[in-house]
């Protein structure tokens, strides 16, 4: 027994002094590393006749089969160019947000990311050190991108006025629209000529509910919000300031009276079964707009919306605004490239991107594949997809300058000019160019998120009776600190205002 | 010294290439990340240097990252609902586990018994997704097996996802039948390994098959028992986090009997992503664990030294 307990316990101190002289060793050969590396790089940006450097790319979307492929072309092209290299990686839509998190805390070597007002959170990114400052980079290597981008975009992308992004040049400014079924529009000869408001869809709702038993009359999930006019400090939380306020208080959404209308007139639709009785639950509407078995919903909307959205369903599909056309900070940030603190080639990282926003044969390289295996072009600035195109399917708005972009079959000749007669006719939210420091209210944040998905949903959906839970709601929250961020949030939005 | 620590390791090398894989698991998973407990105590900001740096370089805030699991009236319902629905657990697991290794060990045709036992062990590999959508077939509001019955009965249907009376039963149940299966297979094979001439004896003195199973299968099956339900206890601060989110659909109605620390820590920092705050939470569960394990452990080892872990 005693020998035993005996050699027990000698292993135990071998593998602990292995274990520490391990990590110690291992720490010093990663700083001894990096700053090898440092030192190369600084000499390779000199000397640019040196073998390419190899930039690291974290982008958002389905990983494509050919992605390899399609880079093999692009680094020919930029090796000789400007002498880089990239290796893309894709990380699934659900991952994306959470993968980035973990590897930008661990400090895995990147150099451009993807990153947007609703994955990766942009702002908070920022703010924690993710990213490198682009101010000095955007003079020394980024001249094209500020020539080709409206500058509202690099205004409003600011943090703390800095910016820490490239947005991609496309849609500014954020449009609610009602999207209808057409089929079903034209079967009972229904006319959208006087819709706008919540309200006023309830004859509509009214006919399809009475007709089309097998069809969910308002189509829409958990995460819906209702409309009202108010300009969201933090996406998700019902605070905010109203849209045509020029004093920029900070309100509780939820007790304004624009939103108890709201709640009051979905509770109407909820208990008349225009919306599916699962809402509250229900991640996504998807199935039903596959099936076709949807009347209405709402959405964002851009220019040429309703024949992506009439191509893509595979039946024609109508909308008619729902809202005015603003600028919020979201809606500028939904789209940024970013380099991270740790790259190591910071300039050469600037540099590619700066020929990905304004070089039309990369961009379109990156977008749409290699010409004559993944498309053809068929004019100028016109393509047609190739069968190869499935195995690289790209989401066009998350990679840089969608103006640059070849036009599809079915796009107007007029595409990007609309575009940007859409830009220019956003309006400013109040709260643009405003970003909140969420790091003195953290505690009462993750208290209040919690009451937040509580409530919000059955809420909104008109799964519950306002009546009943909303004060129910607003109590919990405010015993969550909602106050407390709230008074934080107008100190903060009065500081900003007073150096504007 | 070091020349008989060489000495025993040769003497010992095959039981410690047997633990080699464990221990290598345990370093890696359990005894490594320790270190990062020190990320409970700061805010933590990411450092162009990498991990190392980025921990050294935050600032140190104390004890501000466990505010929020203690700020708001939730603190008391979450861990009301963590520890009363492990106590259920673990007292009503133990109970249908042994129970079912039982039966499973007194069926004489070996066939019929192995069949019941793969039945019971199949729910033990579904991801809870899976079992969630299955109950989500059940209790759908309009399409719901549950409510077709209601329905067909003369009654009306319910909103079983906001309706949150049957849930802990139903939670209680479901949580039951996916890891019965499993568990009774460890007392099974424990049963499996006691020696037949017992039972024998048992026989010849007259004692029947009750008498058997009360006086032999249970206090053989004791020790094991106990270390399994101290293990048990260690994690009583820990919820399930697929049972209380993906089962429940996440459904806002019913947090007030499904919130439990590991949803509550989830919901509060899936957006925000402080990586301080979720460790601290982690660092309270394992710590208020660690302290639970060893009390119990003392209370075990006081009425019997040989059933204790330590």
Known sequence: MRIKSKSKKSVLYGLTLLLSAGMVLSACGKNADNGGNTAASNSNTETSTEKPVELIWYTIGTPQKDVDKVMAEVNKYTSEKIGVTVKMNMLDWGDYDQKMKVMTASGEPMDIMFSASWAFDYVQNSRKGAFASLDELLQKEGKGITEVLDPAFLQGSKVDGHNYGIPANKELPAQEVWRFNKNLLDKYKLDIKGVGSLESLEPLLKTIKANEPTVTPFALDKNYVPYVPYDYIIQGLPMGVKLDSTDLKVVNVLETPEMKQALQTMRKYYKAGYVSAEAATTTSVSDLQTAGKWFLDRAATQPFADNAWSSSYGYPVVSTPASDSIIYNWSVMGSLQTISANSEHPDKAMAFLNLLN??????????????????????????????????????TFSLGNIMLTYLNPSDPDNKWESFKEFNSAGKKAPTLGFNFDSSKVATELAAVQNVKEEFMSALYTGTVEPDEYLPKAVEKLNAAGFGKIIEEAQRQLDEWKAAQ | MLKTFFKDLIKNKAMLLMVLPG???????????????????????YSRDGFLASILESKWVG??????????????????????????????????????AVILSEIVNKRLSKLYQTGMFMPYFLSWVIVGYFVFSFLSTDRGVLNHILTSLGKDPVSWYSESTAWPYMLVLISLW???????????????????????????????????IRSITVPMLTPLMTILTLLAIGRIFYADFGLFYQVPRDSGALYSVTNVIDTYVYRGLKTTGEIGMSTAAGLYQSFVGFVLIIASNAIVRKFNKDNALL
């Open chain 2, 23 to 45: 221990t290598i698991w345990f370093f890696f998973f359990s005894y490594l990340p320790m270190a990062g407990t020190v990320i409970a105590f700061k805010q933590y900001r």
């Open chain 1, 358 to 395: 304004t070089d039309p044969y990369l961009r379109n390289l990156v977008d749409s594949g290699i010409e004559g295996v993944h498309y053809k072009k068929t004019a100028d600035n016109r393509m047609e997809n190739l069968a190869d195109s499935k195995n690289y399917d790209m989401p």
């Open chain 2, 178 to 212: 996916k890891s019965i299966g499993y568990n009774s297979v460890v007392y099974l094979a424990a049963i499996m390994g006691i020696d037949k001439s017992l039972y024998e004896a048992a026989m010849i003195d007259g004692a029947n098959k009750w008498q058997q």
């Open chain 2, 63 to 100: 004890l501000q990252n466990f505010k929020f699991l203690f700020s708001t009236s939730d603190a008391y319902i979450i861990t009301r609902n963590t520890v009363l629905y492990n106590v259920v657990f673990i007292v009503l697991g133990l109970f249908f586990s042994v129970a079912m």
